[in-house]
C-alpha cells in the first residue's frame, strides 16, 4: 500500500517521516524497527507507546 493513499484514509494525529512510499508490512516494536513497515503504536497495560 502507498503511504500516501494509507494517510488520505485516516485521522493523524501526529505523522514524522515520508509521505510517499510503499509499506510492505506494520510493526508495533519500536526496538525492532523494519525498513519499509508502517510503525503503530498500541496503548498497553503497562505502557503506552504513544509517549516514545
Not at 31 to 50: M, N, Q, S, T, W
Request: charged share 25%; hydrophobic share 40%.
Amino acid at each position: 500500500m502507498n503511504v500516501s493513499a494509507l494517510l488520505s484514509e485516516l485521522h493523524i494525529i501526529e505523522q514524522k517521516g515520508i509521505e510517499d512510499g510503499e509499506i510492505i508490512g506494520i510493526c508495533s516494536d519500536s526496538r525492532k524497527p523494519v525498513k519499509g513497515h508502517l510503525f503503530v503504536a498500541i496503548r498497553g497495560e503497562r505502557f503506552d507507546a504513544h509517549t516514545l
